[in-house]
């Protein structure tokens, strides 16, 4: 499961199950925060810049995203509500559109999956200018987080495990010590890394206030926006 998971418990009233209550927290295996991308013709080279031009030019600035409620909509509704700027949102059907349309000059800034984004960044044809971890991407440690900048700003992308809520507590803590064991292998490591990942395998414990957590945030932001799931 991804974040998406925890933004349902709240933005979703017709969700036939719980996603706290119904599922038991195993691991999250890997973290990856949003690469915070602008087209090159934007005059902007770090967070300090794009929050000054989108100050300057109110809802001049256009920001892509998945789809209403998605989690890239939501990480960027939220450095607008921490910062007060005005921006424009375009959504599309998928990261793979969004991302076509920035190469496209259609749209100026998204919050994108650094997977997709890396051969973009890396040829020119993209600008990377923040990650959006608490801490900077192993990955990429020399390029600064908006937290540097923002202080308390964090949207993460996570990948974890979960089984039925009724899961016997010896299995689900078996499952996470044979997950954790592989994550933790120096190849398994480096693959995540090389993918842009930050590799966790965090106890079920854990686990489980990262999804409590997020479907509170999460959701306060989508309800403050006004966004409602079916």
């Known amino acids: 499961v991804n974040p998406s998971h925890a933004i ?3 933005l979703m009233p017709k969700l036939p199950y719980d996603p706290v209550r119904d599922l038991a927290a195993i691991t999250v295996v890997a973290t990856q925060p949003y690469a915070v991308v602008v087209t090159p013709s934007l005059p902007v080279k770090n967070i300090k810049d794009l929050i000054a ?4 030019k109110p809802r001049e ?13 939501l990480a960027t509704e939220m450095f607008i509500g921490m910062t007060g700027v005005e921006m424009t949102h375009i959504p599309y059907k998928g990261v793979a559109p969004y991302i076509t349309a920035q190469l496209g000059n259609e ?3 998204s919050y994108a999956n650094m997977f997709s984004t890396m051969p973009h960044w890396k040829s020119g044809r993209l600008r990377l200018i923040a990650v959006s971890g608490t801490k900077r991407s192993q990955a990429i440690p020399d390029v600064p987080t908006i937290a540097e900048t923002l202080p308390g700003y964090e949207a993460l992308i996570w990948y974890g495990y979960l089984a039925p809520a009724r899961t016997p507590r010896p299995i689900v803590d078996k499952l996470y010590r044979e997950i954790a064991a592989i994550v933790n292998t120096p190849e398994v490591r480096q693959y995540f890394i090389a993918q842009g ?7 079920p ?6 999804i409590k957590a997020d479907a509170d945030k999460w959701g306060a932001i989508g309800k403050r926006i006004g966004v409602k799931l079916d």
């Open 107 to 109: 749209v100026q800034l």
């Open 205 to 210: 414990a854990e686990f489980a206030k990262v």
């Open 197 to 203: 990942n930050d590799p966790i395998a965090n106890t």
């Open 53 to 56: 031009l989108a100050k300057s």
């Open 61 to 73: 600035l256009s920001y892509a995203s998945s789809g209403p409620g998605s989690a890239s909509h």
């Open 8 to 10: 349902n418990a709240t």
